[in-house]
Each structure stands twice: as C-alpha cells, then as structure tokens.
Nanobody, 124 residues
C-alpha cells in the first residue's frame, strides 16, 4: 500500500488545516487508518485513528475536541481536520495503514504501511 499525506503548511495559532491521505492503486477498505506525528527532536506519536471495526475513532488526549479524523471510501481518502491549532502541534504528520492488534492502535510499530509525511508548522 502506497500512501501520500498532503495539506501541511504554516498556520497561526488558533487556525485550522486539513490534511489528506491518499493511496495509489489500492483501497483503504478493510484496513484501519491512523495519523501520527513527529515533532522536532521527539519520537513519532499517535494522533488519531479509526479503531475496533473501523467505524470508531480514537484520539490522543492533547487533540481531543480539536482534531477530527474522517474518511471517504468512495474517493479512497482519509482526512485529519485540525482546528484551534497550537504551536505544540508543530510536527511532520504521517498517515499509516494496517491491521494493528486490538489495543495497540497507538503503537507506531503495530502499523504496517506508512506514507511520506507532511510538515505542519504552527506559529505563536
């Protein structure tokens, strides 16, 4: 599965961005999808994912109520809407696809396929 994340850029604190994740030649159907991010000097961290059967969502606490993951199966796209952004949201955001074991959705090592990330910079 080849993935590509896009939509990153520079935004002021309090602003919004919408990231997109697309596949080439394959469908997301049957896979769970997640967003992770890696801030400068830090390890890759979980942001959001579709979990359980694929219809439920999970968010890391720091983005709950601000970020929203969604998918359009017809277009084979997954999105991350980011609102009320903060400087600490600055990171390279990547989408991941796979079938992680139950309960390991926040573990980057449990995801099988990764796309090239997109840089998000939030200025204060």
């Amino acid at each position: 599965v080849q993935l590509q994340a896009s939509g990153g850029g520079l935004v002021q604190a309090g602003g919004s961005l919408k990231l997109s994740c697309s596949t080439s030649g394959q469908t997301f159907r049957g896979y769970k999808v997640a967003w992770f991010r890696q801030a400068p000097g830090k390890e890759r961290a979980f942001v959001a994912a579709f979990v359980y059967g694929g219809g439920d969502t999970l968010y890391t606490n720091s983005v709950k109520g601000r970020f929203f993951i969604s998918r359009d199966n017809a277009k084979n796209m997954v999105y991350l809407q980011m609102n009320s952004m903060k400087p600490e949201d600055t990171a390279v955001y990547s989408c991941a696809v796979g079938r992680p074991p139950f309960g390991l959705w926040t573990d980057a090592a449990a995801w099988n396929y990764w796309g090239q990330g997109t840089l998000v910079t939030v200025s204060s």
